[in-house]
């Protein structure tokens, strides 16, 4: 039997596309594509790409231990940590501490060390007020875990931060923090949410059915295999 599909250009681009619809469906059973929220860079430093409550305890008057969770896993009782921050997104800082007030300062305040073995070389409180991001209060976590710091860095935050004990007596409770430009968008993340999966896939579907325009990935104002195959190619190569 003669296939007009061999002669017949619509019914060509339709088979084409019915391909590549079954190929995005069966990447997405094969691939659960996630963006890690925790990624560890060195022995003491930890870029946390998303939004994410610490929980602080201590060591005696020596540490910081943070604690935290995510995607990615869970981290407990990491010392001082160096931690890397994406602007836009919000930080909490929960000090469980019983007698270790936690302060955000900026780079005025005088500190000497590496990642994970800072210290605070001053005792002066004024010039510790003076370092504290403005508005103090906000950037101060009193003991007791009732008053966080909660904080979304705006693009203008970008650059690099200490916290540190607000006690004078109580210097290497002291570690760095750096706040970086937020992602590229992932064009494939139709939901918003940070990951890649079926729910993308069917959102672009009914975009494309109902020739939303964020379904036309071509940005040529036509909706067809073309704009199906730019998707899957978005989709595959995953989120920054």
């Known amino acids: 039997m003669f296939d007009t599909n061999l002669t017949n250009p619509h019914k060509r681009e339709k088979t084409h596309m019915n391909h590549i619809l ?6 997405t059973l094969a691939s659960g ?3 890690a929220d925790t990624t560890q860079t060195g022995p ?10 610490f929980s602080l305890s201590n060591f005696a008057a020596s540490d910081y231990l943070f604690n935290w969770a995510d995607g990615s896993g869970s981290f407990a009782n990491v010392a001082d940590p160096t931690l890397i921050l994406t602007a ?23 500190v ?20 504290t991001v403005d508005p103090i209060a906000d950037f101060t976590s009193d003991p007791g875990g009732s008053d966080p710091v909660v904080w979304t860095p705006s693009p203008e935050n970008i650059g690099d931060y200490f916290y540190t004990c607000r006690i004078t007596g109580h210097a290497s409770m002291t570690g760095r923090i750096q706040v970086v430009a937020g992602a590229a968008p992932c064009i494939a993340d139709l939901t918003d949410d940070g990951v890649l999966n079926f729910f993308d896939v069917s959102a672009f579907l009914n975009a494309f059915t109902s020739m939303d325009p964020i379904a036309d990935f071509t940005n040529d104002g036509n909706f067809n295999f073309f704009d199906v195959s730019a998707f899957l190619n978005a989709f595959t190569a995953g989120c920054p």
């Open 33 to 35: 594509i996630a963006s």
């Open 44 to 53: 003491s430093v930890f870029e946390v790409d998303a939004g994410v409550t």
């Open 112 to 131: 000497v060390g590496t990642d994970g073995d800072y210290t605070r070389t001053t005792s002066d409180i004024t010039v510790m007020n003076a370092a």
């Open 22 to 27: 079954k190929s995005i469906a069966l990447i």
């Open 88 to 110: 836009g997104e919000t930080y909490t800082f929960l000090n469980q501490t019983s007698t270790h007030p936690f302060i955000i300062t900026d780079t005025t305040l005088p």
